[in-house]
């Protein structure tokens, strides 16, 4: 048994870092509207709708950069480029719609203006990251 393991790599990197992002933005608020002259503010995050979704491809983000550590020395099928292209359109497909739901529900996209709604700012600028931690990905020579 060899102790080498490979590197991680500048794309595994900026993936591992984007998925992170996400999964605190959509902790933090992705709205709020009210909160003036007595009406209470009304607040939301990621975990309502398709924002799931956003949540939900960052962990599996997390999941896919480690596993390869953890099945040892084989190599893992699904480290591909294409599976993190795949979680990356799942993370905006899922911010996208969230964004445009709260945009209907809840008076417009001045609600998601970044001193209200960090999360949403926070989760989409993992989702870019992403994108670009699959680029790089794609260029990468396979191990």
């Given at each position: 048994m060899s102790l080498h393991r490979r590197s991680l790599g500048r794309g595994r990197w900026v993936a591992t870092v984007s998925a992170i992002l996400i999964v605190v933005?959509?902790?933090?608020?992705?709205?709020?509207?009210?909160g003036a002259e007595g009406i209470p503010a009304l607040?939301?995050?990621?975990?309502?709708?398709?924002?799931?979704?956003?949540?939900?491809?960052?962990?599996?983000?997390?999941?896919?950069?480690?596993?390869p550590y953890a099945m040892g020395d084989r190599p893992v099928a699904v480290d591909r480029w294409w599976v993190y292209a795949a979680l990356a359109v799942i993370a905006a497909l899922g911010l996208l719609l969230r964004s445009v739901g709260i945009a209907l529900d809840s008076g417009g996209f001045g609600t998601m203006l970044p001193d209200r709604a960090p999360g949403?700012?926070?989760?989409?600028?993992?989702?870019?990251?992403?994108?670009f931690a699959t680029a790089e990905l794609y260029g990468a020579r396979p191990e």
């Open positions: 933005g959509c902790a933090l608020p992705w709205f709020r509207a009210g607040e939301g995050n990621g975990f309502f709708g398709p924002g799931i979704l956003a949540f939900l491809a960052a962990l599996a983000t997390l999941a896919l950069v480690t596993l949403v700012w926070l989760a989409a600028a993992g989702v870019v990251g992403l994108a």
